[in-house]
């Protein structure tokens, strides 16, 4: 079944400790995204990848960080999480450009409180 | 830069009854793709609807059209005899720079739905 997965899909945490929300796709897909969602804002973009080591960063990218060492993974790293981080994270997938971009592939979210 | 307004944060329907919601953009690229995306209260992204903005006719899924009018930079959406099932949030998207990656992909604020019995 072609699938993003996320993990955790919840997760609390303290102001501070660092971790990792992972992303994996099975679609061979080359764009990879990551957007966090607030009430009123919609989603917006933290960072995107256009392919393997090929990352930029999107409209709210202050606090994170991502790396795309596979094309399947795309992990999203809080070095440091702060309250203000507390969201619901997506990761999506498709394929890259042209007319064949069609739409994105949605993981389940991942729901972040940080203390 | 892109924008996508989406100017209903709340819209309620009768059962039945059609429905638009709207949403405007703005972009200054030439290729570009507008997406509709329905969440329901579960949190999942569902894709609906999408419009390239070379397509010469508007979109259709089933009961999902979208109204594409390129001159006003609008891309409303319209459900057909509306569903207790589909009460939800509806986001407009907009992907850009269709001609390169298409790496812009911007979202709108979101309306929310709810189809009344």
């Known amino acids: 079944e072609a699938q993003v997965t996320q993990n955790p899909r919840y997760l609390i945490t303290v102001t501070g400790k660092k971790l990792t929300v992972t992303c994996s796709q099975n679609?061979?897909?080359?764009?990879m995204s990551w957007y966090r969602q607030d009430p009123g804002l919609g989603l917006r973009q933290i960072y995107y990848s256009m392919n393997v080591e090929v990352t930029d960063k999107g409209d709210v990218p202050e606090g994170y960080k991502v790396s795309r060492k596979e094309k399947r993974n795309f992990p999203l790293i809080l070095e440091s999480p702060s309250p203000n981080q507390t969201s619901l994270y997506f990761c999506?997938?498709?394929?890259?450009?042209?007319?064949?971009?069609?739409?994105?592939?949605f993981g389940p979210g991942t729901r972040l409180t940080v203390l | 830069a892109q924008k996508i307004t989406q100017t209903q944060p709340g819209m309620f329907v009768q059962e039945k009854e059609a429905v638009t919601l709207d949403c405007t953009y703005d972009?200054?690229?030439?290729?570009?793709?507008l997406f509709w995306y329905k969440q329901p209260s579960s949190g999942e992204m569902i894709f609906l609807i999408y419009?390239?903005?070379?397509?010469?006719q508007n979109a259709t899924e089933g009961r999902y059209s979208l109204n594409f009018q390129k001159a006003r930079k609008s891309a409303n959406l319209v459900i057909s005899a509306s569903q207790l099932g589909d009460s939800a949030m509806y986001f407009c998207?907009?992907?850009?720079?269709?001609?390169?990656?298409?790496?812009?992909?911007?979202f709108g604020p979101g309306t929310r739905l709810s189809v009344l019995p």
């Open positions: 679609m061979n897909h080359e764009y």
């Open positions: 419009q390239g903005s070379y397509d010469q």
């Open positions: 972009t200054s690229d030439p290729s570009y793709g």
């Open positions: 999506a997938s498709s394929l890259s450009g042209g007319g064949r971009a069609r739409e994105q592939f």
């Open positions: 998207a907009m992907r850009g720079g269709l001609d390169n990656y298409g790496q812009n992909f911007v």
